[in-house]
């Protein structure tokens, strides 16, 4: 008579077993079968993910400028999957613009200095809050990279161009009333941005070092002359 085979712990598809046949859910199996994540973060993640892509993207284009930045390129040095950066922001030139708002955002708030006070004393006001971010370090950075990319690449000028149109010059033209009101928005714009290039930017001698309470007084009467003159 054959012999029975020994059913008890250690054989077949029992505890402890080493068969490869197994699915590996048993005690003792070192196989790690958790799927990698994939898709979209949960919500409590999305937050932090979409704030860590967007502060990527906007040091990518302050290094690199808007023709060398890609969204692949955003992605890796975020840590996360291009998908993710088109699923919050889509393409490339929609993260540049929500880049630029963001560091843009000191700079929409110049409206209000002519909600400060009299109109007479605009010029000074807008002229000073202006240089408050060009002098700050921590402002002037992304705006840096705003202008220089603006400068060399005809879609960034348009994201550019679109964003001080509506968020900035229309808004300053609504508060002075006049009949010409875009256009003196505009001319002020073009004193101070200029200003900014040559300063920050090209770097002219003497403007690059000069103080900027020389400078603020010397273009507040010009710029009140745009936004209030005859």
């Known amino acids: 008579m054959n012999?029975?085979?020994p059913t008890g712990p250690g054989t077949g598809s029992g505890p402890g077993t080493g068969s490869r046949s197994g699915t590996g859910s048993g005690p003792g199996t070192e196989t790690n079968t958790t799927p990698r994540r994939r898709g979209r973060p949960p919500r409590t993640e999305s937050a932090d993910t979409r704030d860590r892509i967007l502060t990527t993207a906007r040091d990518e284009f302050s290094e690199r400028g808007y023709e060398k930045t890609s969204v692949r390129g955003i992605a890796k040095a975020a840590g996360v999957d291009p998908a993710l950066?088109?699923?919050y922001f889509g393409t490339k030139e929609q993260v540049f613009e929500a880049a630029i708002t963001q560091s843009f955002a000191p700079a929409i708030e110049a409206p209000k200095a002519i909600?400060?006070?009299p109109l007479d004393g605009v010029g000074e006001r807008l002229v000073r809050f202006f240089f408050g971010i060009w002098e700050n370090p921590a402002t002037r950075t992304p705006l840096l990279a705003?202008?220089?990319s603006?400068?060399?690449n005809e879609t960034a000028a348009a994201v550019f161009r679109r964003i001080v149109a509506t968020q900035v010059l229309?808004?300053?033209a609504d508060r002075l009333d006049l009949p010409d009101a875009e256009?003196?928005?505009e001319l002020a714009a073009a004193q101070l941005v200029g200003t900014a290039m040559l300063r920050y930017v090209i770097k002219v001698e003497?403007?690059?070092s000069a103080d900027p309470e020389q400078i603020i007084a010397r273009l507040a009467p010009v710029v009140q002359g745009h936004l209030t003159g005859p």
């Open 146 to 148: 705003i202008v220089r």
């Open 115 to 117: 909600e400060d006070g």
């Open 85 to 87: 950066v088109h699923h």
């Open 170 to 172: 229309r808004r300053i």
């Open 206 to 208: 003497p403007l690059a």
């Open 3 to 5: 012999a029975r085979p």
């Open 150 to 152: 603006a400068v060399t």
């Open 183 to 185: 256009l003196r928005a």
